[in-house]
């Protein structure tokens, strides 16, 4: 009995080092440039096209003073968003996250609205392998839709709440089965 409740333990352990981590839908995102630094979380379906994403941009200088505020959601419709302020510029976006390689937004990148008829662009520009080196693009000030506030880009994976879930449970169910005491079976018998 000793031996099979040993040979389990060590499977499971073996499965548990072997893994595949599960594909997050939820990542943390943190920009952190010169004007501005924004806090956000996003949601992906399975393709990574990004469904949702919530946070805040914060006004870091004097010339952004008074510009930051609560995301109030993606962006999803093609062209010129409705509601855009003081600059009529072309916004670029494909709202994909790219989980595989760096980097994780590319030239379209994400494109949500902040504070009250804000835009902003999280967008990385292509030709520089490896850069971690991605623009904040925002409608006001105007002065800085394009390129857009420089800075670095960090973006983790958020563990659901069913992850959480499977790990309590593996965790209980190991301390259950090293923890567990056996009975003395009696021996049978026979008339």
Known sequence: MKFRSVLATVSL??????????????????????????TAWFTTDASNDILSIIGNVFPETPL?????????????QA???????????????????????NPSFDNNG????????????IYSVPGVPGSNTYYLSVNSPASLYNPGDAGTLSVSAVP????????????????????????NRLPAVVA
Do not use: H, K
């Open 64 to 76: 952004t003073a008074g510009f930051g505020g609560s995301i109030s959601g993606l962006i999803t």
């Open 79 to 101: 062209g010129t968003p409705p509601g855009e302020g003081t600059y009529n510029g072309t916004w670029n976006y494909d709202d994909v996250y790219n989980t595989s390689n």
């Open 13 to 38: 352990a073996g499965l548990l080092a072997f893994a595949v981590p599960a594909r997050a839908g939820v990542y943390e995102l943190t920009f952190t440039g010169t004007n501005f630094d924004v």
């Open 110 to 121: 994400v494109l949500f609205a902040f504070d009250s008829g804000n835009i902003g662009n």
């Open 160 to 183: 659901e709440l069913s992850t959480w879930a499977m790990m309590v449970l593996g965790l209980a169910g190991l301390g259950f089965t090293g923890y567990r005491r056996t009975t």
